[in-house]
Every structure is written in structure tokens, then in C-alpha cells.
């Protein structure tokens, strides 16, 4: 089996590295177009970011940026997160923040016309909406007309639990881009089809080799982190059902009925009650 030649774009640090990349705001600017849809005088020319990547400063340490946050020349931000995992308040979270990002554009009393569209893409390791579909948009539309006056808060998701798709299978930029992004590190070429400019120079920018010991070293202990994180958290959840059990079993329910209710096994269960 050939080595891979590239990060998982899903760790913290990769992330941002790749899109938080001041030298390199092609990537940004070209996913931002094909995620958002945006097409002739829309289209993102030129970035400013707002947070560009910088590494750790101690080892273990968080990013010291939470997402990719940017606006171009005609004012309109964009804030991009990658969620690993779904977290309490998520969707009211997110709500929150383009609103507060919406409403610190101008100071109390100033000209409402001077406030410029805010753009949320959130890409997800997760199921978070219902239906198939792993790329959704969302706007503040007329329940009736389906007109969406109200055009400045726009919100884009990538659910990667929901790409299927495989290198062949590839149509659409935003395929190729949630390609990259759910599958670059279990590659060792880049896709025959990657013609776009900015996706290419994704892959580059994700190739390990173009990384320095200092660079790889955060992104190593990062996924670290983030394995310790999901340890903790399956082994909560663990012990919860394991209460779960002993107290359903002292109320002397059916084996059948607690193992549908706790997903375990009728075996898993005599192994806890014993």
C-alpha cells in the first residue's frame, strides 16, 4: 500500500494552516467561491484575514485562533469553522456568532446601510441536519414566497459523515473540495481531476514534506489532543450506561427491553449485572 502523502486537513492545526494562509489566500478565496456559490461580480477577487494561522506557542497547546475568520475589499466577512464533534448549543452557538459579528460592524447609532453581508461555512464531522445531503444552504427566505429578502446573513454546511463519493465519482468543485478535505490524508496522489487553481494549491500546502519539524510537530501533538478528548468523552459515556443498566436491572426489566433501550448486546449486559 503506497504511503500517504498529506495531513488529515481535519486536525486543528492543518486547518488552519492551510486555510488560514496569508502567503496563500488563493485556497481561501477559491473555496469560498465554489462553498458559497459565488459567480461573475460576486466573486471574492482579494482576502484580508483576520486571524491567520499561527502555530502553538508550547507544546500541546490549543491553536491560538478558533476558526478562519476574513473579509474581502467590499467588506463582506466570512467565518469558517471545522467541527470535529458535535457540542452542546452548537446550532444556537453559531446563530449567535454571525449575529454578534453582523451587529460589530458598525457603532450604536451609526448608518444600518453600511452594515455588509456575514457568511457562515461550517464544515462538520458529523450528522447535524436531517436528509442525505451533505452540502446545504441556509437563508432567512419568506415561509410563503420562498423569497429571501432578508440576504445578509447566509449560512453554508459540508456534513462529511454524509460524502459517499469516491475519486471517480467526482462532479461539482464543492466535491472535489470535500474530497480533499474528508479524504487528502489517506491519498498518495491528488486526484487526476483537481484542475482548480486554489484546490491545488491546497493539496500542496497539505503535503507533509512542505511541512517543517516545528509545523508537524504541533500538528501531531494537536491530533493528540483530540484523541485524549474523544477518550474522555467515550469513556463517559461508558460509565453512564453502565449506570444505566445496573439501575434498569434492579428494577428487574427484560434483558430484551434494556438492550434495545442501551444498544448493548444481551451478553454485554450479563457481563455488567454479574
Not at 461539482?172 to 473540495?177: G, L, S
Request: aromatic fraction near 10%; hydrophobic fraction near 40%.
Amino acid at each position: 500500500m503506497a504511503k500517504t502523502r498529506f495531513v488529515d486537513v481535519k486536525n486543528d492545526v492543518a486547518f488552519r494552516k492551510i486555510f488560514g494562509n496569508e502567503q496563500r489566500t488563493v485556497i481561501l478565496i477559491s473555496f469560498l467561491n465554489a462553498v458559497l456559490d459565488l459567480t461573475n461580480e460576486d466573486q471574492i477577487i482579494d482576502i484580508q484575514l483576520i486571524n491567520p494561522f499561527q502555530l502553538p506557542r508550547i507544546r500541546g497547546e490549543k491553536s491560538s485562533i478558533i476558526d478562519v475568520n476574513a473579509k474581502d475589499k467590499r467588506g463582506r466577512s466570512f467565518i469558517i469553522e471545522m467541527q470535529v464533534a458535535e457540542k452542546d448549543g452548537f446550532g444556537k452557538r453559531i446563530q449567535y456568532y454571525i449575529c454578534k459579528d453582523y451587529a460589530a460592524q458598525i457603532e450604536i447609532g451609526a448608518e444600518y446601510p453600511k452594515l455588509k453581508p456575514v457568511y457562515f461555512v461550517g464544515i462538520l464531522n458529523f450528522k447535524f441536519f436531517p436528509g442525505e445531503s451533505y452540502y446545504s444552504k441556509h437563508l432567512i427566505i419568506d415561509e410563503e414566497t420562498g423569497a429571501c429578502t432578508l440576504s445578509d446573513l447566509n449560512f453554508r454546511f459540508i456534513e462529511l459523515t454524509k460524502f459517499k463519493k469516491k475519486e471517480n465519482e467526482l462532479e461539482t468543485i464543492i466535491d472535489k473540495w470535500t474530497y480533499f478535505i474528508k479524504r487528502a490524508h489517506k491519498l498518495s496522489l491528488v486526484p487526476t481531476n483537481t484542475t482548480d487553481e486554489g484546490l491545488q494549491a491546497a493539496y500542496e500546502e497539505a503535503e507533509k514534506h512542505n511541512w517543517t519539524k516545528e509545523e508537524y510537530d504541533a500538528y501531531i501533538y494537536s491530533g493528540m489532543r483530540e484523541q485524549d478528548e474523544k477518550g474522555r468523552i467515550d469513556l463517559a459515556v461508558k460509565k453512564k450506561t453502565i449506570e444505566i443498566v445496573k439501575k434498569l436491572w434492579k428494577k428487574e426489566m427484560p434483558l430484551e427491553e434494556i438492550a434495545e433501550i442501551t444498544g448493548l448486546s444481551k451478553a454485554e449486559i450479563q457481563q455488567i449485572v454479574q
